[in-house]
């Protein structure tokens, strides 16, 4: 592992509260700072996978998150230097928060939120601030959210949905009577927006012209509105990131073998399918990494389209994403979700995942292998959860307590199996039946990284 001082620019741009335009001026940051000719590492703040594929669009490299809940405090700081390493050193790192500044798990006074990453990575905040319906009031805003922790550094402002240039004129002078910059103002009319429905924005891999188009204005909007300059003289004010980067190959305890990522198995490494395409958006990019670095051979598949797995398929991971929009054509692939039927390898499913190994979903037929039904309701299931695994499967053992989140809009009928996959809130959650685990939970590997070096044991 690294474990030398590297001089990493890096700025976190957070916001008051959700809605202020956090993903507007991220994403636009990064396609601004790349444009420059930077190569720039995106960061998410939280367990959120959509904000992600926008940064990566941005930046030409994955987007990755740093999340204490899910992967410990410990780690947040060597993630961030890993990400910001491969493929190649970045120049940058750009870290979107979360929620409000100061948002965290609730009830643990801030852990978890943009503020503590903030603390844990030692960057600079470029707070986004929403001015509708606001004066000389935002100086006041801006001042509590700098003052309420000390150890948070806001190094300056972005305006956002300023009404007029008297309107721009009466803030800046506003917060310069409490000192802090203003790095660049937008007007309600320049305002870029990227489709959303019921659990966010449209994940980047289902449009994906109309994605780059939106991140390509979102670039335009911060060039033309943000001083670049000052935002990067912000950025290098941190010191050096000392924390060693986090390797893949030291967290699963071995040394990869002649497998690899991104292609079907060429060598001699179990190969483990894991679910990509439209329908299935919601992966870390540790996973695949962890998967490799236990010797794997990573072939991703598309449900939507491919007929089959990966030829030598061993183990398959269905992680989360959308598949209630993408129902009718799931189930119009009845020659993969037969082959999935019957699979007799470990099977390690996650939110949509569990939602395809079912009976059905909304009435259309997915791949029976889990005697459940799921539907579409009204009502949004969101949060961390503190889990003990119910049952030994191919990546838990009986007893052992994880962190994770629900992000959800459906339910499943029944809710658990008779070996349910999770205890947690004093209730039974998911299943395990025979060598597949599935469940609402989303698991960050890093965090749990024998589950990766498990489910490739359980292949051999």
């Known amino acids: 592992m690294v474990s030398t001082g590297w001089a990493l620019p890096r700025v976190v741009v957070a ?11 991220a994403t636009g940051l990064l396609g601004a700072l790349r444009r420059r000719g930077l190569t ?14 926008y940064h990566g669009l941005a ?23 890993h990400g910001a390493s491969v493929p190649t050193p970045a120049d940058v790192a750009v870290i979107e928060g979360v929620m409000g500044l100061h948002d965290g798990a609730v009830g643990r006074r801030g852990y978890a939120s943009t503020a503590h990453v903030a603390t844990l990575v030692d960057a600079p905040v470029v707070l986004v601030l929403d001015t509708t319906a606001q004066g000389r009031s935002a100086a006041a805003l801006v001042l509590g959210m700098r003052a309420f922790d000390e150890r948070v550094r806001v190094g300056g402002v972005i305006l956002n949905r300023v009404g007029s240039p008297r309107h721009e004129t009466l803030l800046r002078d506003a917060l310069a009577e409490v000192g802090v910059p203003v790095l660049g103002a937008v007007s309600r009319s320049a305002e870029v927006a990227a489709p959303s429905r019921h659990l966010g924005l449209v994940p980047v891999a289902e449009r994906a012209p109309e994605s780059l188009a939106v ?18 003289d912000l950025a290098r004010s941190a010191p050096p990131l000392t924390a060693p980067a986090w390797d893949p190959v030291t967290a699963v305890g071995g040394s990869p073998s002649t497998a690899a990522v991104g292609g079907p198995a060429t060598t001699g490494g179990p190969t483990v399918a894991v679910a990509a395409g439209a329908a299935f958006t919601f992966s870390y990019a540790e996973t695949a990494e962890l998967l490799a670095a236990a010797g794997a051979t990573v072939a991703p598949f598309d449900p939507l389209r491919d007929p089959g797995l990966p030829a030598g398929t061993r183990a398959v991971v269905i ?21 999935l039927a019957a699979f007799d390898g470990p099977v390690v499913a996650e939110c949509a995942g569990l939602l395809y190994l079912g009976r059905s979903l909304d009435g259309a037929p997915m791949c029976g292998r889990l005697d459940l039904t799921a539907r579409m309701t009204g009502r949004l299931t969101l949060g961390y959860r503190e889990a003990v695994a119910a049952a030994d499967s191919p990546v838990t053992r009986a007893g052992e307590r994880v ?3 629900e992000f959800h809009r459906t339910v499943t009928d029944p809710g658990h199996g008779d070996t349910p996959a999770w205890r947690f809130d004093g209730a039974a959650h998911g299943f395990v039946d025979g060598r597949v685990h599935a469940s609402y939970l989303h698991v960050h590997w890093a965090g749990q990284p024998h589950a990766a070096r498990r489910l490739v044991q359980a292949c051999r």
Do not use: C, M, Q
Not at 60 to 79: C, F, M, S, T, Y
Not at 215 to 231: E, F, H, M, P, S
């Open 319 to 339: 992680g989360g994403g959308f598949p209630e929009a993408h129902a009718d054509a799931l189930a119009g692939n009845a020659a993969l979700r037969a082959e």
């Open 59 to 81: 930046a030409g490299r994955p987007g990755r998150n740093l999340d204490p809940w899910l992967v410990g405090p410990e780690r947040v700081a060597p993630l961030l230097r």
């Open 15 to 25: 916001a008051p509260a959700s809605g202020h335009g956090k993903t507007t001026v």
């Open 40 to 53: 720039v590492s995106p960061h998410k703040v939280g367990p959120d996978y959509i904000d992600p594929g």
């Open 403 to 405: 962190r994770g989140h």
């Open 215 to 232: 991140v390509a204005a979102l670039a335009d909007l911060v060039v033309a509105t943000v001083d670049l300059d000052a935002v990067l």
